[in-house]
Structure formats: C-alpha cells, structure tokens
C-alpha cells in the first residue's frame, strides 16, 4: 500500500481528532499507534497511607502507566486514605462517582455484601497465584463484575500481599482458649472467625493502628507482613509477632472504576487502563517479595519474637471458617462464586500441595 493511501485508510477508519503517529513519522512497515483522544484527569481513591510505597505505591504505578500510554492525555491523580474520603469508603465514592476510581480492598465492604470478600481473600482461601489463575482464567473476574455490577463498579484485580504473617500479639497465645477476650485488630471473614473464637474485634485503618496498640486500646492487629509492618513500627509496641496469617493467604486488592466513566473512555484508554491494573497487580506482589526477606531479619536481629500459633487455634480457626463461608451460601449470587471459588482452590491445592509445596519444604530444610 502507497503511504498516502494507508494514511488516507487508517483516516477514514478513526474519529477525527486521532493522531497517526508511527506512520505519520514515516516508519515503513510500523503499526498505526492511537496516540490522541481527550485530555482527561480522574481522582483515584485510595485506602492507603502514602507511605506504604507497596500497597499504596501500585497505584501510583497504574496511574503513572495509563499517562504514559495515553501520550499524558488521560492523566489520574492518587489520593491517600483520609485526604479525600475516608479509607473505608472508597466503595461508596466510586459508586456515586466522587471518585471515578478506588483502590482498596473488598472485604472492607462486607457489611454490605459477605460474597465481596472473595474479591479479597477469605481465611484458609487461596494463594496469591491460585487467585490470579482463578481471577483471569477461572471465571473469577466474571462472577465478581457481577457483583460489582450491584454499585455500579467495574473492578481489576490490581495487587496481592502474598501469604500475610499473623500479626503483633502483646499477649501469648499457647492455646485457643488464650484468644478469649482478647482486643484486635482485623478486617474481613478473618475477624469474623476470630469474633467466633472469642476475640473481641475492630476495624482500623492501617494508619492508626501504632497509636492504637500504644495506648493499649487493643492487645493485637494485624496488617501485611515484615515489610509494611516494620514501616509502620509495631515492633515497637508489641513484643510478639504470629505466623501464619491464616486469614489473608492471599490478599487481592482491586481497583473499582465507575461504570459512567469507564463507558464514557475511548476504548484505547480502556485498553491502557486494563493493562495498567494488571502491570500493578504484578508490581505490588514482587515489590513485598523482594522487601520483605531484609525486613523480617531486621526484626528478628532486634530482638521481636516470632511465634508460630498453635495447632489448636489453627485447627479450631478451620473449622469456625468452614462453617462461616457456607453460612453465606443461601444467597445465590454468593453461592455461584463461594462454588466456584472453593473448587478452584481444591483442584489447584491437589497440584500445588505436590509441586510447589513439597520443593519448598526441602529447600526449606535446608
Ligand atoms: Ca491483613
């Protein structure tokens, strides 16, 4: 094809406005790159602190990538916990439109709906990689858009902690019976369990949770793992520090884009948008696994005490968790994702329990 007329083909076939720019420079044989559209600028929402350059840094990452994809047109500016809403209601401000998107986690939200969780993770849930194979290839994505279609969000799995530890403890727990009584911070169907076994349980932003552990308004909480709780200095006021975090084996955070604006985009700024959440989903995972190995020698070298919990919480944990998830199933948009979600993770445990599980407690040994 003569120069003059792929420009004139590729012309006739994008709204006016749209910039050629690979063949417009006269790159021989290069694909046409739609570097024009509207001069956009959205507010993201996130839950977070920013200093937490992990969970709050994926999506300074995502926002920076759409700008970069979009030639600086479409431009989305990050807003930490607190500066415009709370951390706690970034559902709601998307929702209404406040926001045109959010980054938090759903199962803040479950007041609202038990089944947001599994956007999240749920207690003796699924790892990391057994939810991204189930979001993107499992039909998870589908069953939680309609969910979300509920308040009028479009989500993108954008981010994963990874197995979370188990938190700060300033009391021991030998046994189960030690949680009685006990105050604690943690959010989703983890506190749910823990409010089965007798934990008395609250709900905090990560930002508020040293002063609450100082002052002793609370015994324990719980928030990611080394890196982000050494960030936030819990070492300084608890002594003890529990694996695993049975509750959060895999934490997934989501991005929620109002369905208004997200239909209102070009569909090049779509496309941008979508690979941005998942180059974020990406990012947040590696960035903990690449920080959290230094922070947690560093707490150990000053002296907290690492504990693993008892068998018989564990195990009583299990049970209480079970029963809890099957609870939600007589509402049937629950059931749909609670069905497909736990037989994902009993098929893959089969594989993984004989691939990934049994080289690492080799190479663990030594
Ligand atoms: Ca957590």
Redesign the pocket.
């Given at each position: 094809m003569q120069r003059r007329d792929f420009v004139k083909a590729a012309a006739l076939g994008s709204s006016a406005g749209l910039l050629l720019s690979s063949c417009a420079s006269g790159d021989s044989g290069a694909p046409a790159v739609q570097t024009g559209g509207p001069a956009l600028r959205w507010r993201l929402v996130s839950s977070y602190s920013r200093g937490l350059d992990t969970i709050y840094g994926a999506a300074e990452v995502m926002a920076e990538r759409v700008g970069n994809l979009t030639s600086g047109r479409f431009r989305i500016q990050v807003y930490p916990a607190g500066e415009l809403v709370p951390a706690f209601e970034v559902l709601e401000s998307v929702q209404k439109g406040t926001a045109q998107i959010g980054h938090t986690a759903s199962y803040y939200y479950i007041g609202k709906n038990p089944a947001l969780a599994f956007d999240t993770t749920v207690p003796f849930g699924l790892t990391a990689r057994q939810f991204n194979s189930w979001a993107y290839h499992g039909g998870g994505i589908a069953l939680l858009r309609a969910l979300f279609a509920d308040y009028n969000i479009i989500n993108f799995p954008g981010g994963n902690?990874g197995v979370?530890m188990g938190?700060w403890f300033n009391r021991e727990v030998n046994a189960v019976s030690d949680l009685r009584g006990l105050s604690m911070r943690?959010?989703g169907m983890?506190g749910r369990v823990m409010d089965r076994l007798g934990v008395t349980v609250q709900q905090i932003p990560g930002g508020e949770i040293y002063p609450a552990l100082e002052r002793g308004a609370i015994d324990a909480a719980?928030?990611?793992g080394p890196y982000d709780d050494e960030k936030l200095g819990f070492a300084q006021v608890a002594r003890y520090y529990y694996y695993p975090?049975w509750?959060?084996p895999g934490?997934n955070l989501s991005f929620y884009i109002n369905r208004n604006a997200w239909e209102a985009l070009p569909t090049h700024y779509q496309h941008a948008l979508e690979a941005a959440a998942a180059e974020a989903n990406q990012y947040m995972l590696s960035r903990y696994d690449a920080v959290n190995p230094a922070s947690f020698r560093r707490l150990v070298e000053g002296g907290t005490e690492v504990r693993a919990f008892p068998r018989d919480m564990l195990d009583a944990a299990y049970a209480s968790a079970q029963e809890l998830l099957k609870e939600g199933t007589s509402d049937p948009e629950y059931a749909r994702i609670y069905d497909s979600y736990a037989a994902w993770g009993r098929d893959s445990s089969a594989w993984f329990g004989t691939s990934e599980q049994t080289f690492a407690d080799y190479l663990h040994g030594h």
């Amino acid at each position: 094809m003569q120069r003059r007329d792929f420009v004139k083909a590729a012309a006739l076939g994008s709204s006016a406005g749209l910039l050629l720019s690979s063949c417009a420079s006269g790159d021989s044989g290069a694909p046409a790159v739609q570097t024009g559209g509207p001069a956009l600028r959205w507010r993201l929402v996130s839950s977070y602190s920013r200093g937490l350059d992990t969970i709050y840094g994926a999506a300074e990452v995502m926002a920076e990538r759409v700008g970069n994809l979009t030639s600086g047109r479409f431009r989305i500016q990050v807003y930490p916990a607190g500066e415009l809403v709370p951390a706690f209601e970034v559902l709601e401000s998307v929702q209404k439109g406040t926001a045109q998107i959010g980054h938090t986690a759903s199962y803040y939200y479950i007041g609202k709906n038990p089944a947001l969780a599994f956007d999240t993770t749920v207690p003796f849930g699924l790892t990391a990689r057994q939810f991204n194979s189930w979001a993107y290839h499992g039909g998870g994505i589908a069953l939680l858009r309609a969910l979300f279609a509920d308040y009028n969000i479009i989500n993108f799995p954008g981010g994963n902690t990874g197995v979370q530890m188990g938190g700060w403890f300033n009391r021991e727990v030998n046994a189960v019976s030690d949680l009685r009584g006990l105050s604690m911070r943690i959010p989703g169907m983890g506190g749910r369990v823990m409010d089965r076994l007798g934990v008395t349980v609250q709900q905090i932003p990560g930002g508020e949770i040293y002063p609450a552990l100082e002052r002793g308004a609370i015994d324990a909480a719980e928030w990611v793992g080394p890196y982000d709780d050494e960030k936030l200095g819990f070492a300084q006021v608890a002594r003890y520090y529990y694996y695993p975090g049975w509750w959060e084996p895999g934490a997934n955070l989501s991005f929620y884009i109002n369905r208004n604006a997200w239909e209102a985009l070009p569909t090049h700024y779509q496309h941008a948008l979508e690979a941005a959440a998942a180059e974020a989903n990406q990012y947040m995972l590696s960035r903990y696994d690449a920080v959290n190995p230094a922070s947690f020698r560093r707490l150990v070298e000053g002296g907290t005490e690492v504990r693993a919990f008892p068998r018989d919480m564990l195990d009583a944990a299990y049970a209480s968790a079970q029963e809890l998830l099957k609870e939600g199933t007589s509402d049937p948009e629950y059931a749909r994702i609670y069905d497909s979600y736990a037989a994902w993770g009993r098929d893959s445990s089969a594989w993984f329990g004989t691939s990934e599980q049994t080289f690492a407690d080799y190479l663990h040994g030594h």
